[in-house]
């Protein structure tokens, strides 16, 4: 990506795909392709925003380390890691900035988790001038906040400060929003003859562009062998520390002891989450947390083809984990649009009922067993307090909240002018009875490859099939399909096992009956509307409503590959969802071709090709041209557009866990005709 110079303060939008993730497993942060912080919310995924440039480029709140002069740039991620390097080019020098949330291997009990936003800017080669910007906007810009620079007592120094400037930090509290915010840094020098940058945080007033505080800026110009790192915390509450635990060098001479031990010592004074900020301390964060990724990719049993892409796949999938009830997240943003200019604009930091057997299926074929059984309990305490009337919410929030507030806010520009932007959202409410096959369904793939559920749990599960069951006109078959196979895999007692039966049998009838159109020889998206096609109709062989060769299923998938002019759904080898233009979702608004029913298409005929080559073919190539739609990092967002561009909230997890599955399947596919 070439960038030209511009004033500071007159930067526009990046591109949604233009991005890459990185996260802690408590929240993520988007960083663009030229060094800034988009988004990242404090301290959980659905905790209100403290930096969301990428929904108001003037007030959103950002977090930047950007050339002062034209550049360059690349981004990429360590090998088999979520850390994340931009790396800034020109014929003066090069400059890489490092990005991580840390984490540390599991065995490690002597230190928790920081929560720390740690960006490290270094110069590799030459000189390079750079402008650092730390503007939050608390509480989705909403919020006022004080600045305050003061010393900062924290950090251990390798060289005494000036004694006119000092060492100071900034201090950004919100009483408004609850949330009190430091930003540290350490200057390093790794060549001998080479000196310490210089590094003076100033006020930035961007009042003028809607900022409800003061951020902090500096400029720094670092030659080869310098950097800075930065670091952004919530810092602890009045903690009362006492004077060992400030360290100083005038202290060290007065006990005749050196500066390092008196540091280590006062480490030891000081509450484990706030310790002494070091070098040494810094380096071993970036060690532990690149081990900590290289070690859990390690683990995946995945032998097919696409290895690169399908372990990005599962990378990003990790980063929408929340560890603490082992939900996953569809998406850490909000409100991205799936069409520039649009109003489809949804929060999508909740965990869908929907997207259930899809994830756990992805983590099981990847051999990752504990995220799989940590999602399933997360499901089974959902299906235990599931409401009165014996119904579950199609989402949850990743605290397994049934609430989920939509809120529009009125004061964000939306990016690139896609407005409204919405927090929350009131589809948590929705009442879509296909949710009990995908839970179902889920349940049934945790008893093939997970942990056996209990009795208790069972009684549960049967109580849903037989609400599903009572609701005859709009039941779900995968539910009843799920709940009567659970009973013969496990032998668990089902004492209305034969209406079980007929009521499968019955349903399944009635839609090769009244879903079926018979003149244009595709299944519809409802009884009522047989002129319109669907793409989610793909996803019959997985769910076992469909072999892959049944003709009719063949005639369904062979409408959908036609193009929209012909009344298909298939554009340039990307599939649209349903032609909106022909039914009211009741939403309203254009959307781009959805990456997952362009993969759900892939594996459809994947699966088809065990029976016809030329299907399998076409599977392989479609999926070869889908990979080019993800980003420079192999990240995928919700849609593309017409023109290729990513749309939607990103990184969409919902896409990824579809990847994963269409490649594991293409590859058996492949594995299978070639003995």
């Not at 730390?134 to 004080?146: D, M």
């Not at 549960?460 to 009973?487: K, N």
């Not at 999926?623 to 849609?639: I, S």
Request: aromatic share 10%.
């Amino acid at each position: 990506m070439n960038v030209t110079q511009t004033q500071p303060g007159e930067r526009g939008y990046i591109a949604i795909a233009d991005h890459g993730l990185i996260g802690n497993l408590r929240t993520a942060a988007l960083v663009s392709i030229d060094g800034s912080i988009e988004s990242y919310c404090v301290p959980n995924f659905d905790s209100p925003s403290i930096f969301a440039r990428i929904l108001d480029k003037d007030k959103g709140g950002h977090f930047s380390i950007t050339p002062s002069v034209p550049f360059t740039t690349k981004q990429s991620y360590l090998p088999n890691s979520n850390i994340l390097q931009t790396k800034y080019l020109n014929e003066g020098g090069v400059a890489t900035v490092t990005d991580f949330l840390p984490r540390q291997p599991s065995s490690a009990t002597a230190r928790p988790l920081l929560a720390w936003l740690i960006r490290r800017v270094e110069v590799i080669r030459g000189t390079m001038p750079l402008r650092v910007e730390c503007a939050p906007a608390f509480n989705y810009a909403r919020s006022t906040h004080t600045t305050e620079l003061m010393l900062d007592t924290s950090v251990a120094l390798s060289a005494p400060s000036s004694p006119v400037d000092g060492h100071y930090k900034a201090l950004f509290t919100s009483e408004e929003a609850n949330l009190t915010l430091d930003l540290r840094y350490i200057a390093e020098s790794s060549l001998e003859h080479v000196g310490e940058p210089y590094v003076k945080l100033r006020e930035l007033d961007l009042s003028a562009k809607g900022h409800k505080g003061t951020g902090v800026w500096t400029e720094i110009e670092l030659s080869e062998g310098q950097a800075v790192t930065f670091v952004l915390r919530t810092p602890p509450d009045n903690v009362k520390l006492p004077p060992q635990a400030h360290p100083t060098r005038r202290t060290a001479e007065e006990m005749g002891i050196s500066y390092e031990k008196l540091v280590a010592g006062a480490s030891n004074l000081r509450p484990l989450e706030d310790p002494i900020l070091t070098k040494t301390l810094l380096r071993e964060l970036l060690e532990q947390t690149n081990n900590y990724w290289t070690a859990w990719i390690r683990r995946s049993t995945y032998q097919g083809a696409w290895k690169e892409a399908v372990h990005r796949s599962a990378l990003a999938l990790k980063l929408l984990i929340y560890e603490p009830t082992g939900a996953v997240v569809a998406s850490p943003t909000f409100s991205l649009p799936e069409y520039i200019g649009g109003t489809r604009n949804w929060d999508y930091r909740a965990s869908w009922i929907r997207d259930s057997s899809f994830t756990l299926y992805a983590l099981i074929r990847l051999g990752f067993t504990y995220e799989a059984n940590a999602y399933m309990e997360f499901i089974f305490e959902r299906v235990r307090c599931r409401d009165p009337d014996g119904t579950l919410k199609i989402m949850y929030t990743i605290h397994g909240e049934k609430e989920f507030p939509e809120e529009e806010l009125t004061h964000l520009d939306g990016h690139k002018g896609s407005k409204p932007v919405r927090i929350g959202n009131g589809a948590i409410d929705h009442v879509q009875l296909d949710i009990y096959g995908e839970l179902l369904d889920c349940i049934y793939l945790s008893q093939k490859y997970g942990r056996p559920l209990g009795y208790d749990t069972w009684v549960a599960i049967r109580e849903i099939v037989d609400y599903v069951i009572a609701h005859v006109h709009d039941p779900d078959l995968v539910a009843i399909d799920r709940g009567i196979r659970l009973a013969e895999k496990r032998s668990l007692p089902c004492p209305r096992r034969n209406e079980w039966y007929a009521a499968r049998d019955e349903l399944y009838e009635e839609i090769m009956q009244k879903a079926w159109n018979p003149d244009k020889k595709f299944f519809a998206q409802s009884f009522e509307d047989l002129e319109i096609i669907d793409s989610a109709l793909l996803i019959m062989p997985p769910v076992f409503f469909s072999t892959p060769s049944d003709p009719r299923f063949l005639s369904t998938l062979k409408a959908i590959l036609q193009s929209p002019e012909r009344g298909g759904l298939t554009s340039n080898g990307l599939v649209y969802r349903y032609d909106v233009s022909k039914t009211d979702d009741g939403v309203g608004g254009e959307e781009g071709t959805f990456c997952l029913c362009t993969l759900w298409c892939i594996e459809a005929l994947a699966r088809a090709g065990e029976y016809d080559k030329a299907m399998l073919n076409k599977a392989v190539a479609m999926f070869e041209d889908f990979l080019t739609y993800t980003n420079h990092l192999g990240l995928c967002t919700e849609e593309i557009s017409d023109a290729g561009e990513g749309l939607g909230n990103a990184v969409q997890g919902f896409t990824h866990v579809t990847l994963i599955s269409a490649a594991y399947n293409l590859s058996r596919m492949q594995a299978k005709l070639s003995r």
